[in-house]
């Protein structure tokens, strides 16, 4: 067998490899795309032809107005923790708030950071040790501090908030919060990243992913009655619900040995069967902005590996031992989904390497090589579905973008396909590597910025 013949061989294999997954997970995305224009015009020619649209404003109008908890776990953020609690304190609009700031002993420029700030709804929490610890240890521990002050003050909290260091809150985040937790055990609200012009390509694909998936894919979680995973920030949980998990895991709600610890908060409180719900709604009619959480994501390659290495890592391997396959079959559907990360950077390996040998041969045959192989007409056939599958995925990336961002940035996903492509490879090999180490042992955070014009009026965020 020549060397070009085994290339061939190869490169066929490969492509049939890639080509059978890629229609497989392509169908699944299918069915998803299905359910949300399928329920989307299901609401438009009843629900909405009954009743005018809902909007946040006239939602929390009269809402009771219970005492909100921020916990905001925080590690070398000296940098950005000041500004984000100031902007947080002049942008909620609500009459009864704390910020619960957890910091280390030995990183006292963030503390100085906090109490600088002196406003008394700020408190800052010093964890007993040496940082980093996990997220999650911090967030216990801010958990065992709020218990304190229920105790000391005699009131308890109406829901607990989850934010980052580095967030953007909206004005009626938490007024938006304390109405629905009335209805469910967990709020989450869209994260819209903020776009980076130092960063078009690897922090702009943060803004494709984030506008499809908290544009369509929890919107069809919720629909078919899987569990909302909670994103860490932008979420809320009601002091009932987050008691209930305490109390099955000896006090401490927060998963300590895990990576992702938001994601499995939200699946856990669903399995104990409270409500696990996805709100979005724009502020007031006629307006284009919704209520979310924006901020700044990682803006170079490495930051970024590190944070979906992360993610993936917590959710598509640990995850699979730590919460299993329970709950109904929308559940089984969207962790099996949401499981699916490094199987599906394996198939992008496979034809990315398929790609390179069949062009190596193109350029052996134009050089005067005898022509390759042609694909067999399985693979062939194969081939030309993926690339119609493939086009509808295109427009539906598009499509989501230009709704939240504009049309600019919605061309810019094209060419963001790639990149996004890239990280996920480089995350898998790097969550595989984590894992098979016994995941990180500490807080794998990465650093962050936030908006120079944050104290200005919030930018509206397309609904």
Not at 365 to 374: F, I
């Amino acid at each position: 067998m020549t060397l070009q013949l085994a290339m061939a061989e190869l490169a066929a294999e490969l492509a049939l490899f890639a080509a059978l997954g890629f229609l497989l997970f392509s169908l699944d995305d299918l069915a998803v795309d299905f359910i949300y224009f399928a329920r989307k015009l299901w609401r438009a020619i009843t629900v909405y032809r009954r009743h005018a649209r809902g909007d946040a404003r006239t939602l929390v109008d009269g809402a009771p107005s219970g005492w909100m908890v921020v916990l905001i776990p925080a590690w070398d953020e000296s940098a950005v923790i000041g500004a984000m609690l100031r902007a947080t304190l002049r942008n909620f609009d609500h009459p009864d708030y704390s910020l619960l700031v957890g910091c280390y002993r030995n990183d006292p420029a963030t503390r100085l950071a906090i109490e600088a700030v002196a406003d008394p709804r700020v408190m800052a929490v010093e964890v007993p040790t040496d940082g980093p610890t996990t997220k999650a240890h911090c967030l216990n521990h801010l958990y065992a501090f709020l218990l304190r002050q229920e105790a000391a003050t005699g009131r308890q909290a109406r829901a607990v908030v989850l934010h980052d260091a580095e967030d953007l809150v909206h004005p009626l985040e938490l007024k938006l919060f304390d109405r629905l937790v009335e209805r469910a055990g967990v709020v989450q609200l869209p994260v819209v990243p903020l776009p980076d012009r130092s960063s078009q390509w690897i922090a702009g694909h943060y803004c494709d992913e984030f506008a499809e998936s908290h544009g369509k894919e929890l919107v069809v979680r919720e629909a078919v009655g899987a569990a909302i995973p909670l994103a860490g920030v932008g979420c809320a949980i009601s002091r009932r619900a987050i008691a209930r998990l305490a109390k099955a895991h000896d006090g401490k709600p927060f998963a300590g040995g895990s990576m992702t610890e938001d994601y499995e908060m939200g699946l856990r409180i669903g399995a104990l069967g409270e409500r696990t719900i996805f709100v979005r709604l724009p502020a007031s009619r006629g307006d284009p902005g919704v209520v979310a959480s924006r901020g700044y994501f990682p803006n170079d390659l490495g930051s970024a590996v590190r944070q979906k290495a992360r993610w993936l890592g917590g959710i598509a391997f640990a995850g699979w031992d730590r919460l299993g396959w329970r709950g109904g079959l929308g559940e089984r559907w969207f962790r099996l989904r949401d499981r699916r990360g490094p199987f599906a950077a394996l198939l992008l390996l496979a034809g990315y390497a398929s790609g390179l040998l069949w062009a190596q041969l193109w350029l052996a045959h134009q050089l005067g090589a005898p022509l390759p192989p042609q694909p067999s007409p399985l693979l062939a056939s194969l081939l030309q579905v993926n690339f119609a599958l493939l086009l509808w995925r295109v427009f539906m990336r598009v499509g989501f973008t230009t709704h939240v961002y504009g049309f600019g940035e919605g061309l810019a996903a094209i060419p963001r396909i790639a990149v996004a492509n890239l990280i996920a490879i480089l995350a898998s090999g790097r969550a595989l590597f984590l894992h098979a180490g016994g995941g990180p042992k500490q807080w794998d955070k990465t650093d962050h910025h936030f908006p120079e014009d944050a104290l200005l009026p919030p930018e509206p965020v397309r609904s």
